[in-house]
């Protein structure tokens, strides 16, 4: 369904939604936004604000996560640029809530109802941008070395050669494996470092058959390993804005690979996000964990494997030593077109998450939120060994790995493709057949698109 349809029919839904989210203004957002973050005192609606006000309001989701982050660089602002500074974060549900409240201000045209920045999905961004293009304010005059950012990363935030916003995580993904299980199975870290998902396979046969646990799991109805895998081939699943499937040898290799480790006791295939996070990895199933790294906190949960774990790179097709790359969510932080002071939302952006180590370095500390900028990767925090990943300097690394990743083509229908994939290989997990279950997820895909 086209966005601009569907903004008609959330009109009258989300009328009381975002209500509710301006009602949140001035409340304590899950960071202690009152101590020190650089967070409104008033307790009250959120302030009109004006070209000489000191403050800000940003909608933004995650108290464990983005909203730490935030905090952390309102303080460093607060504390290195301007002590009157203050930021108001209204924390909403989830990214879902910042999306339908764009659709529905665009809808009724009225942009006075959105908050001076928001943070945003990186998948979502270009058809919002493209959709709704009266509801941003481009940030391309910042002053920001923008050669310093992941150029994957940017490519979400960077549209038609315009800057939209300063990205404010990485997701490079990362492969962290058990390195105590796989010395009971006579392999070591650097084992699992540039080979083959066929070696993959093999030794993650091996593991299963001596340990009992999976080398990696993945949700059935989100599966994002096709994404990833795909990725780290240089590949996408879309061509020119159009699905590509079938014809598509990487991705129907990518398909075969998930289905044997699935069959072969190599994945688990986990029911639900909540069986993945909490049976799967928490509850201590597998031996090896593939996803953005965003992850690494859930991962700590257990304490008792601290020091088991060490990362390292993606598989690939071919392995032979080629190391793969990729990414897996992730946001940026945005200007509405209502945003009251302009100049000091810009210049908050640019002194705080367009480089500034001691942002990074707090976000890191208080939230798990590793950058994507290259030279904040190079703090002495970042270069600093985690004792839960064997001492290794793991979130330089993850930078690292991130100016490696890929630019392949996205579209903004990323997450219908997953789940008409996901329901394919669920499917030919159980006997059906492969090129036929393609061939109808891509028919499936092409007909919610539009494409004849």
């Known amino acids: 369904m086209n966005r601009k349809v569907l903004a008609s029919l959330l009109a009258v839904s989300m009328t009381a939604a975002l209500m509710a989210g301006c009602g949140n203004a001035g409340q304590d957002t899950g960071g202690n936004a009152k101590n020190g973050s650089g967070g409104g005192e008033d307790g009250g609606e959120a302030s009109d604000g004006g070209e000489d006000s000191k403050k800000l309001t940003v909608w933004a989701w995650d108290k464990g996560f983005n909203i730490p982050a935030i905090q952390a660089a309102a303080a460093d602002y607060k504390a290195n640029v301007d002590p009157d500074f203050e930021i108001e974060i209204v924390e909403q549900p989830g990214s879902q809530e910042v999306e339908q409240a764009i659709t529905l201000a665009a809808s009724g045209g009225k942009y006075e109802t959105l908050p001076d920045m928001v943070l945003f999905q990186d998948h979502w961004i270009e058809s919002y941008v493209s959709d709704y293009p009266d509801a941003w304010t481009p940030v391309g005059d910042i002053d920001i070395d923008w050669s310093d950012f992941s150029e994957e990363k940017l490519s979400y935030s960077t549209i038609d050669g315009t800057h939209y916003g300063v990205p404010v995580d990485s997701a490079t993904v990362i492969c962290a494996y058990r390195v105590d299980l796989l010395k009971e199975c006579g392999y070591t870290i650097d084992d699992m470092t540039g080979i083959s998902w066929d070696e993959f396979i093999k030794i993650g046969q091996e593991v299963y058959e001596k340990t009992g646990k999976y080398m990696l799991a993945i949700e059935s109805g989100g599966n994002d390993l096709v994404y990833l895998m ?31 480790m699935v069959q072969k006791n190599v994945c688990y295939l986990a029911n639900t996000w909540s069986d993945y996070i909490d049976q799967a990895i928490v509850g201590d199933m597998v031996a090896g964990v593939m996803n953005g790294n965003w992850i690494i906190p859930t991962i700590k949960k257990v304490e008792e494997n601290k020091g088991n774990w060490e990362i390292t790179t993606m598989p690939t097709i071919e392995g032979g030593g080629r190391e793969g790359y990729a990414s897996n969510g992730g946001a940026a932080l945005y200007l509405t077109s209502n945003c009251k002071n302009v100049d000091l939302a810009k210049d908050f952006l640019a002194k705080t998450f367009g480089g500034s180590t001691a942002t990074y370095d707090a976000a890191l500390a208080d939230g798990g939120v590793i950058t994507t900028c290259k030279s904040a990767g190079r703090s002495d925090v970042y270069q600093k060994g985690d004792e839960y990943f064997h001492d290794t300097p793991v979130y330089a690394k993850i930078v690292e790995m991130g100016t490696h990743v890929p630019v392949i083509e996205q579209s903004s229908y990323h997450y219908s493709c997953r789940t008409q994939l996901s329901s394919a290989i669920i499917n030919v997990v159980n006997g059906a057949d492969l090129a036929d279950e393609l061939k109808t997820a891509e028919d499936q895909l092409k007909f919610e698109m539009g494409i004849q």
């Open 230 to 260: 795909l990725q780290a081939e240089g590949e996408s699943q879309f061509k020119d804005g159009v699905p590509y499937i079938t014809e598509n040898e990487k991705l129907v290799k990518v398909v075969e690979l998930i289905v044997e």
